[in-house]
Protein backbone atom coordinates (compact mmCIF):
# COMPACT_ATOMS: atom_id res chain seq x y z
CA UNK A 1 0.00 0.00 0.00
CA UNK A 2 1.62 3.04 -0.93
CA UNK A 3 2.20 6.06 1.83
CA UNK A 4 2.44 9.92 1.04
CA UNK A 5 5.23 10.89 3.44
CA UNK A 6 4.89 14.70 5.00
CA UNK A 7 7.19 15.99 7.86
CA UNK A 8 4.74 15.54 11.06
CA UNK A 9 6.03 19.25 11.96
CA UNK A 10 7.86 22.07 10.81
CA UNK A 11 8.79 25.23 12.79
CA UNK A 12 9.80 28.39 10.71
CA UNK A 13 10.13 32.61 12.36
CA UNK A 14 8.66 34.74 11.60
CA UNK A 15 9.58 36.44 7.78
CA UNK A 16 11.36 33.36 7.17
CA UNK A 17 11.14 30.54 4.80
CA UNK A 18 10.53 27.34 4.59
CA UNK A 19 9.94 24.32 2.53
CA UNK A 20 7.25 21.38 3.26
CA UNK A 21 7.66 18.01 1.29
CA UNK A 22 5.21 15.48 0.11
CA UNK A 23 7.12 11.74 -0.99
CA UNK A 24 6.01 8.33 -1.51
CA UNK A 25 6.70 5.15 0.47
CA UNK A 26 7.82 3.85 -3.00
CA UNK A 27 8.81 5.97 -5.99
CA UNK A 28 9.02 9.70 -6.88
CA UNK A 29 6.64 12.52 -7.10
CA UNK A 30 6.15 13.95 -10.65
CA UNK A 31 3.84 16.17 -12.47
CA UNK A 32 1.80 13.12 -13.26
CA UNK A 33 0.41 12.73 -9.24
CA UNK A 34 -1.35 16.18 -9.52
CA UNK A 35 0.26 17.41 -6.33
CA UNK A 36 -2.09 19.56 -4.58
CA UNK A 37 -1.73 21.09 -1.01
CA UNK A 38 -4.28 22.50 1.58
CA UNK A 39 -3.81 24.53 4.39
CA UNK A 40 -6.34 23.60 7.95
CA UNK A 41 -6.76 25.81 10.90
CA UNK A 42 -8.49 23.85 13.88
CA UNK A 43 -12.40 23.44 13.30
CA UNK A 44 -11.84 24.73 10.00
CA UNK A 45 -12.28 23.08 5.67
CA UNK A 46 -9.59 22.23 4.23
CA UNK A 47 -8.82 25.64 2.09
CA UNK A 48 -6.53 25.00 -1.40
CA UNK A 49 -3.19 26.26 -1.67
CA UNK A 50 -1.87 24.66 -4.50
CA UNK A 51 -2.81 23.05 -7.39
CA UNK A 52 -1.63 20.88 -10.19
CA UNK A 53 2.01 21.25 -8.93
CA UNK A 54 2.30 24.87 -8.88
CA UNK A 55 -0.49 26.82 -10.09
CA UNK A 56 -1.95 28.94 -6.98
CA UNK A 57 -5.80 28.43 -5.79
CA UNK A 58 -7.75 31.80 -6.37
CA UNK A 59 -6.99 34.71 -3.39
CA UNK A 60 -3.94 32.58 -2.16
CA UNK A 61 -0.83 35.30 -1.26
CA UNK A 62 2.47 34.59 -4.06
CA UNK A 63 4.39 34.09 -0.50
CA UNK A 64 2.75 30.36 -0.86
CA UNK A 65 4.53 28.14 -4.04
CA UNK A 66 4.46 24.71 -4.99
CA UNK A 67 7.45 22.95 -7.11
CA UNK A 68 8.78 19.58 -7.65
CA UNK A 69 12.46 19.16 -5.45
CA UNK A 70 14.23 16.09 -6.30
CA UNK A 71 11.51 13.10 -6.03
CA UNK A 72 8.91 14.99 -3.77
CA UNK A 73 6.51 17.86 -3.97
CA UNK A 74 7.07 20.66 -2.63
CA UNK A 75 5.07 23.77 -0.91
CA UNK A 76 7.38 27.06 0.24
CA UNK A 77 6.54 29.64 1.86
CA UNK A 78 8.29 33.01 1.76
CA UNK A 79 7.82 35.03 4.15
CA UNK A 80 6.39 33.34 6.85
CA UNK A 81 3.92 35.35 9.09
CA UNK A 82 2.02 34.36 12.00
CA UNK A 83 -1.25 33.99 10.25
CA UNK A 84 0.47 30.59 8.56
CA UNK A 85 0.44 28.57 11.70
CA UNK A 86 -1.52 25.90 10.70
CA UNK A 87 -1.82 22.17 9.28
CA UNK A 88 -1.07 21.64 5.84
CA UNK A 89 -1.84 18.67 3.87
CA UNK A 90 -0.73 16.94 0.27
CA UNK A 91 -2.48 14.44 -1.94
CA UNK A 92 -1.36 12.87 -5.07
CA UNK A 93 -3.61 10.87 -7.38
CA UNK A 94 -2.75 7.23 -7.53
CA UNK A 95 -4.33 6.71 -10.84
CA UNK A 96 -6.64 4.13 -11.31
CA UNK A 97 -9.16 6.36 -9.10
CA UNK A 98 -7.54 6.71 -5.74
CA UNK A 99 -6.00 9.54 -4.08
CA UNK A 100 -4.03 9.41 -1.00
CA UNK A 101 -3.41 12.15 1.86
CA UNK A 102 -0.15 12.70 3.25
CA UNK A 103 -0.54 12.58 7.30
CA UNK A 104 0.21 16.50 7.21
CA UNK A 105 2.80 18.60 8.88
CA UNK A 106 1.61 21.35 11.67
CA UNK A 107 3.60 24.40 10.73
CA UNK A 108 4.95 26.39 14.12
CA UNK A 109 5.63 30.44 13.41
CA UNK A 110 7.58 31.21 16.04
CA UNK B 1 -19.49 31.55 -5.95
CA UNK B 2 -19.29 27.80 -5.97
CA UNK B 3 -20.83 26.65 -2.82
CA UNK B 4 -20.87 23.24 -1.31
CA UNK B 5 -23.13 22.97 1.87
CA UNK B 6 -22.83 19.09 3.48
CA UNK B 7 -25.85 17.94 5.89
CA UNK B 8 -27.36 14.45 6.67
CA UNK B 9 -24.64 14.32 9.93
CA UNK B 10 -25.19 13.11 13.29
CA UNK B 11 -24.92 10.17 15.96
CA UNK B 12 -25.74 6.57 15.29
CA UNK B 13 -25.16 3.46 16.57
CA UNK B 14 -22.45 0.82 15.42
CA UNK B 15 -24.11 -1.13 12.63
CA UNK B 16 -26.18 1.30 11.57
CA UNK B 17 -26.89 3.43 8.13
CA UNK B 18 -26.32 7.06 7.07
CA UNK B 19 -26.99 8.77 4.46
CA UNK B 20 -25.13 12.21 4.03
CA UNK B 21 -25.99 14.59 1.39
CA UNK B 22 -23.83 17.91 -0.15
CA UNK B 23 -26.06 20.73 -2.06
CA UNK B 24 -23.81 22.75 -4.58
CA UNK B 25 -24.53 25.96 -6.13
CA UNK B 26 -23.07 28.40 -8.19
CA UNK B 27 -21.20 25.79 -11.19
CA UNK B 28 -23.09 23.66 -13.72
CA UNK B 29 -23.31 20.41 -11.11
CA UNK B 30 -23.03 18.21 -13.57
CA UNK B 31 -19.89 18.86 -15.82
CA UNK B 32 -17.93 18.30 -12.48
CA UNK B 33 -16.83 14.84 -10.59
CA UNK B 34 -16.75 15.21 -6.71
CA UNK B 35 -15.05 13.46 -3.89
CA UNK B 36 -15.83 12.80 -0.37
CA UNK B 37 -12.93 12.71 2.29
CA UNK B 38 -12.68 12.09 5.80
CA UNK B 39 -11.04 13.78 9.11
CA UNK B 40 -11.42 11.56 12.34
CA UNK B 41 -11.13 14.17 15.37
CA UNK B 42 -7.19 15.02 16.14
CA UNK B 43 -6.52 13.16 12.85
CA UNK B 44 -5.17 13.62 9.46
CA UNK B 45 -7.51 14.01 6.15
CA UNK B 46 -8.44 10.95 4.46
CA UNK B 47 -9.81 9.96 1.11
CA UNK B 48 -12.90 8.01 1.03
CA UNK B 49 -14.61 7.94 -2.29
CA UNK B 50 -15.18 9.50 -5.97
CA UNK B 51 -18.09 10.12 -8.55
CA UNK B 52 -16.92 10.95 -12.36
CA UNK B 53 -18.98 13.87 -13.28
CA UNK B 54 -21.65 11.50 -15.17
CA UNK B 55 -21.36 8.88 -13.08
CA UNK B 56 -19.61 6.06 -14.98
CA UNK B 57 -17.20 5.49 -12.33
CA UNK B 58 -17.21 5.61 -8.71
CA UNK B 59 -13.73 4.45 -6.47
CA UNK B 60 -13.78 4.41 -3.27
CA UNK B 61 -10.63 3.54 0.01
CA UNK B 62 -10.21 0.17 1.07
CA UNK B 63 -11.60 1.15 4.32
CA UNK B 64 -15.07 1.98 3.12
CA UNK B 65 -15.64 -0.16 -0.58
CA UNK B 66 -18.12 -2.58 0.07
CA UNK B 67 -20.18 -0.41 2.90
CA UNK B 68 -20.35 3.17 1.40
CA UNK B 69 -21.85 4.10 -1.70
CA UNK B 70 -21.30 7.48 -3.71
CA UNK B 71 -24.21 8.58 -6.13
CA UNK B 72 -25.48 11.74 -6.99
CA UNK B 73 -28.91 13.64 -8.63
CA UNK B 74 -27.88 16.33 -11.08
CA UNK B 75 -31.66 17.09 -11.23
CA UNK B 76 -31.10 18.38 -7.35
CA UNK B 77 -27.88 19.42 -7.88
CA UNK B 78 -27.02 17.56 -4.88
CA UNK B 79 -23.93 14.35 -4.16
CA UNK B 80 -24.60 11.53 -1.78
CA UNK B 81 -22.71 9.29 0.93
CA UNK B 82 -24.79 6.51 1.61
CA UNK B 83 -23.13 4.84 4.64
CA UNK B 84 -23.76 1.30 6.12
CA UNK B 85 -22.73 -1.38 8.50
CA UNK B 86 -20.89 1.92 10.44
CA UNK B 87 -18.07 1.41 12.85
CA UNK B 88 -17.00 3.49 15.49
CA UNK B 89 -14.00 4.29 13.49
CA UNK B 90 -15.64 6.08 10.79
CA UNK B 91 -16.30 8.54 13.34
CA UNK B 92 -15.02 11.90 11.34
CA UNK B 93 -15.95 14.95 9.68
CA UNK B 94 -17.01 14.22 6.08
CA UNK B 95 -15.90 16.71 3.19
CA UNK B 96 -17.41 17.15 0.01
CA UNK B 97 -15.10 18.55 -2.77
CA UNK B 98 -15.52 19.36 -6.31
CA UNK B 99 -13.31 17.22 -8.44
CA UNK B 100 -11.42 19.36 -11.38
CA UNK B 101 -8.73 17.92 -13.93
CA UNK B 102 -8.28 14.68 -10.97
CA UNK B 103 -7.55 17.54 -7.96
CA UNK B 104 -9.70 18.35 -5.21
CA UNK B 105 -10.13 22.23 -5.39
CA UNK B 106 -13.54 23.26 -3.87
CA UNK B 107 -14.49 22.00 -0.09
CA UNK B 108 -17.56 22.41 1.59
CA UNK B 109 -17.32 22.89 5.42
CA UNK B 110 -18.52 19.61 6.44
CA UNK B 111 -20.92 17.19 8.86
CA UNK B 112 -20.06 15.35 11.58
CA UNK B 113 -20.43 11.83 12.06
CA UNK B 114 -20.51 10.37 15.55
CA UNK B 115 -20.50 6.67 15.60
CA UNK B 116 -21.22 5.37 19.02
CA UNK B 117 -23.68 3.26 21.10
Known amino acids: QTVVTQEPSFSVSPGGTVTLTCGLSSGSVSTNYYPSWYQQTPGQAPRTLIY???TRSSGVPDRFSGSILGNKAALTITGAQADDESDYYCVLYLGGGSWVFGGGTKLTVL | QVQLVESGGGVVQPGRSLRLSCAAS????????FHWVRQAPGKGLEWVAV????????YYADSVKGRFTISRDDSKNTLFLQMNSLRADDTAVYYCARDSGYQLLQWGQGTLVTVSS
Open chain 2, 26 to 33: GFTFSTYG
Open chain 2, 51 to 58: IWYDGSNK
Open chain 1, 52 to 54: STN
